[in-house]
């Protein structure tokens, strides 16, 4: 099972929005509304940003979003804050006994 | 509050073996799935492994050599991994799925490392 491809860098500034990719097949991403997304500071855990494509879990606030075309799920943060800077994994369901692949990872500047 | 607890880490030589633990606590750990997930130093993130009541999954990369288990009296998760090789080098999380959720993982521990080299 290949890893998901993001980009490996995005960058805004404070107050703007970045959108990231993430781009499967149709037997991961296009397969199943089963995509989450991860935030992860440095020698830290991941931490679950979005998960079933786009609802967030309690306490994430609402600048984080998600949405999924075809192959391609995407993750919106909108009014970037300082404390968004972060890697960011996708992830997916992919079904049989390989039940999950994450994405390649993309690091989200705060410029 | 959930709390999951990894130890169990440290360094073995290629074709050695290694078991992790993953206390828990917080949660209604028997009734619940989990899973190992990695990060070798500097890269991506790699699920290892899932078990779900006696069913347990397991990606090709390490299919033969891991061996996941849990002992629901004691609240705890293991991962035995045999015949270790150097690229098995990694931190080592512990994570709980988050029900229906496609196996996502809604909290993790703060991982262990572990250091595959001769």
């Known amino acids: 099972q290949s890893a998901l491809t993001q980009p490996p860098s995005a960058s805004g500034s404070p107050g703007q929005s970045v959108t990231i990719s993430c781009t499967g097949t149709?037997?991961?991403?296009?397969?199943?509304?089963?995509v989450a997304w991860y935030q992860q500071h440095p020698g830290k855990a991941p931490k679950l940003m979005i998960y079933?494509?786009?609802k967030r879990p309690s306490g994430v606030p609402d600048r984080f979003s998600g949405s999924k075309s075809g192959n391609t799920a995407s993750l919106t943060v909108s009014g970037l804050q300082a404390e968004d800077e972060a890697d960011y994994y996708c992830?997916?369901?992919?079904?049989?006994?390989?039940?999950?692949?994450f994405g390649t990872g993309t690091e989200i500047t705060v410029l | 509050e959930v709390q999951l607890l990894e130890s169990g880490g440290g360094l073995v030589q290629p074709g050695g073996s290694l078991r992790l633990s993953c206390a828990a606590s917080?949660?209604?750990?028997?009734?619940?799935?989990m899973s190992w997930v990695r990060q070798a130093p500097g890269k991506g993130l790699e699920w290892v492994s899932a078990?779900?009541?006696?069913?347990?999954y397991f990606p090709d990369s390490v299919k033969g050599r891991f061996a996941i288990s849990r002992d629901n009296s004691k609240n705890t998760l293991y991962l035995q991994m045999n015949s270790l090789r150097v690229e098995d080098t990694a931190v080592y999380y512990c994570?709980?799925?988050?029900?229906?959720?496609?196996?996502?993982?809604?909290?993790w521990g703060q991982g262990t490392l572990v250091t595959v080299s001769s």
């Open positions: 994570a709980k799925d988050l029900p229906g959720s496609g196996w996502q993982f809604d909290y």
């Open positions: 917080g949660f209604a750990f028997s009734s619940n799935a």
């Open positions: 078990i779900s009541g006696s069913d347990t």
């Open positions: 149709s037997s991961d991403v296009g397969g199943y509304n089963y």
């Open positions: 079933e494509v786009s």
């Open positions: 992830s997916s369901y992919a079904g049989g006994n390989n039940l999950n692949v």
